[in-house]
């Protein structure tokens, strides 16, 4: 092989593409797709268009947090009664004067009430008659005094009598003594008599008594066998059941409430909100579930309140703020139930 051969077989470039027919055209291999930079680009978007809703309500919206309540009337009572039968039903509408269920004043309160007041009256019997034997000992002690200076007055008088009779006195100085004893006299008659009245009624004491309890164990066995109704004192939806039918419902314990239409959005306000919120403003709120609504603020509190837990973001002790009302404007729903948390908000003027 000459030098010229070698060369022309150097320029040969060999590829590894397998034979192909003249009469067919290759294929195309279509290009991958990065998933994982779409979802990257995706996140990021999110991520943008949160923060921009987030600035521009931050810039364009005064902020607040609230609760949604509802006027309730609970259903109590100043002593123990047993509740023997219920006439409507929990979630029941009710109106203003309707019955609502039949009660009885507990036994046990009867009794209790009849010894309260059998240990109140004997606490009082035995104070009158510490004061009245604290009198009488003191009458007698003035009148055991009146009857020694009496006595003094007494041997005065003979003697005076003695000097008289031997012509070494006046016969006026017998008088003088003789007034005085009789004076004295006529004083411890009248303590002895006022001694004898206050004995008398100490010893009427007793029997007023067992009149006094006889009338009180009266009064209290009808009281139990009283039967009473309850009579709805407002318009509205009856709540829970909190006493079962023929149970106790102890004193100032909850029986039952009535909820009320009226709602209202209580509001709790930094003291720098004051420049952003007024009475009469209308506000924005946002419920859960993403459910928007409008509202008025009809009254700002000047009294202060804590903040309720649920509203706390840390765990510190809360802080006291102002407290707004809110009431619904005309047309607008707001949901059935009471919300413990409700996002208020209020446009921001163009002109700082």
């Known amino acids: 092989m000459n030098n010229t051969t070698q060369r022309q077989a150097m320029k040969l470039k060999f590829t590894h593409q397998p034979a192909m027919p003249a009469n067919m055209t290759p294929v195309k291999t279509a290009k991958k ?21 987030w600035l521009f309500n931050r810039l364009f919206y005064y902020h607040a947090v609230g609760q ?23 979630g029941d509408s009710i109106r203003q004067g309707q019955p609502l269920f039949r009660y009885t004043r507990d036994f046990r309160q009867a009794s209790n009430d009849l010894a309260y007041r059998e240990v109140t ?57 003789s007034r005085q004893a009789a004076m004295l006299g006529t004083k411890a008659a009248a303590l002895a008599a006022e001694i004898k009245a206050l004995e008398n009624y100490a010893a009427q004491l007793s029997g007023l008594q067992k009149q006094t309890t006889a009338a009180v164990a009266a009064q209290a066995a009808n009281a139990d066998s ?18 079962p039918a023929q149970e106790v419902a102890y004193r100032s314990s909850e029986v039952t409430s009535i909820l009320q239409q009226d709602q209202y959005i209580e509001a709790y306000l930094e003291q720098d909100d004051l420049l952003h919120f007024s009475e009469n403003d209308r506000v924005e709120l946002l419920f859960p579930g993403n459910i928007k609504s409008e509202g008025v603020i009809v009254r700002i509190y ?12 840390t765990d510190r002790p809360a802080a006291r703020k102002l407290v707004a009302e809110i009431r619904s404007c005309g047309g607008t729903n707001w949901p059935a139930q009471n919300i413990l948390s409700v996002e208020i908000s209020r446009k921001r003027s163009l002109f700082f």
Do not use: C
């Open 33 to 53: 797709i990065n998933w994982g930079r779409w979802i990257y680009l995706a996140i990021l978007a999110i991520a943008l268009i949160s923060f921009s809703v």
């Open 226 to 243: 009283t039967t009473e109704t309850y009579y709805a004192p407002v318009h509205g939806r009856l709540d829970r059941l909190h006493t």
């Open 302 to 313: 000047e009294e202060l309140a804590k903040t309720p837990a649920e509203l706390r973001l």
């Open 68 to 90: 949604l309540r509802r006027q309730s009337v609970v259903v109590n009572f100043p002593y123990d009664v047993r509740v023997l039968q219920y006439l409507v039903k929990e």
């Open 121 to 177: 009256m004997d606490h009082a019997d035995a104070r009158e008659r510490l004061n009245i034997i604290r009198t009488i000992e003191q009458k007698k002690a003035e009148r055991s005094a009146l009857l020694a200076q009496q006595r003094i007055y007494q041997q005065e008088r003979e003697a005076q009598q003695l000097k008289v009779y031997l012509d070494v006195a006046p016969a006026t100085s017998v008088d003088d003594a």
